[in-house]
C-alpha cells in the first residue's frame, strides 16, 4: 500500500507541498511541526526596517523571514538579497524584489544551506561591507548557526541582526496525537526539512515508537536528528521538490 506523505513545514510553506506531492498521486497529510508568530520586539523590527537602507545586503534566512520583514517600500529599496534557498528566493520575487538584485545558491548545488549560499556572495563582502541577517528565533531563544556571520566578519564585514517573528512548537490536542500514532505505526514518510521540528515532534510524542516509520529529509545534519530519534528508515534528498518526488518513487 503506497503510504502517506507528512508535510511538516510551517503553514505558509506546506501548502503548495502538499497540492505539488497531491499532483504527483500521493496521499498526503499537513501537520506543520514549527509554528510561526509575530517578533518578540516588534519595535526592534521597525527600527531594524526603517535603519534597513544603510546596508548593502539583507540575508533571509528562510522565506517566513521575508514575509515578516518585507514591506512594498521595502521591496523596492532592497539592495542585494541574499537567499539560503529557492523557496526564499521565491519569497523575494513575490515580495517585489528584482530578480537581478537576489543572490542564491547554484541550482545544481549539493545543498540549500549557508555554505552554499557562502559560494554565491562571497566576492561581495569586503571590508566595511554592512550585511543584515534577518531571521526568527525559537521559544528557547536560539537564532540558528552564526555560520555565515563568522565568515562574513572574517571577510571584514560587518553584521547586524534582526528579529523578525519566532518559532514554536504547535499545540496538539488528542485527536491530533492520535492521528501521528495511527501514521507512526502504519509507516507513514515524515517528509523532514528542520532539525527543529525534529525536535518538536519529539517532545510532542513521549515514548512514541518511530521504529515502524519513515523519514525523507532534505539535510545532513537533519538526518542526523531523525536517527537519534528512532526512525526505522531514513532517506536523504535536496529539498527541491523535483529530488523528493523522485525519492520518493522508493516508497511506491
Known amino acids: 500500500m503506497t503510504p502517506t506523505v507528512i508535510v511538516t513545514r510551517p503553514a505558509r510553506e506546506a501548502s503548495p507541498w502538499v497540492a505539488a506531492l497531491q499532483a504527483a498521486g500521493w496521499a498526503v497529510a499537513a501537520l506543520p511541526l514549527i509554528e510561526i508568530a509575530a517578533a518578540p520586539d516588534p519595535q526592534a523590527l521597525r527600527r531594524a526596517q526603517a535603519s534597513a537602507g544603510q546596508h548593502d545586503a539583507w540575508m533571509f ?8 520583514f518585507l514591506t512594498p ?25 528584482p530578480p537581478e538584485r537576489i543572490d542564491q545558491p547554484d541550482a545544481a548545488a549539493e545543498q540549500f544551506d549557508s555554505e552554499a549560499l557562502w559560494q554565491a556572495v562571497a566576492p561581495q563582502v569586503q571590508p566595511g561591507h554592512r550585511l543584515l541577517i534577518v531571521r526568527g528565533q525559537s521559544a528557547d531563544g536560539q537564532t540558528g548557526r552564526d555560520w555565515l556571520s563568522a565568515r562574513c566578519q572574517a571577510a571584514g564585514g560587518q553584521i547586524e541582526t534582526c528579529i523578525a517573528y519566532r518559532r514554536q512548537p504547535p499545540v496538539w490536542d488528542a485527536a491530533t496525537r492520535g492521528r501521528v500514532a495511527t501514521w507512526a505505526m502504519e509507516g507513514a514518510v515524515w517528509l523532514l526539512s528542520s532539525s527543529e521540528a525534529v525536535a518538536h515532534l ?17 539535510h545532513p545534519r537533519i538526518e542526523m536528528s531523525a536517527r537519534r530519534m528512532g526512525f526505522g528508515e531514513i532517506i536523504t534528498t535536496r529539498p527541491a521538490l523535483a529530488d523528493v518526488l523522485r525519492a520518493l518513487e522508493t516508497y511506491r
Request: proline share 8%; net charge positive; with cysteine.
Open 73 to 97: 517600500a521595502l521591496a523596492r529599496l532592497a539592495p542585494r538579497c541574499w537567499a539560503p534557498g529557492p523557496g526564499t528566493a521565491k519569497a523575494l520575487r513575490e515580495a517585489g524584489v
Open 202 to 218: 519529539d517532545a510532542l510524542c513521549p515514548g512514541q515508537s518511530w521504529g515502524r516509520a519513515r523519514a525523507l529529509v532534505t
Open 61 to 68: 534566512v528562510s522565506a517566513q523571514a521575508v514575509h515578516a
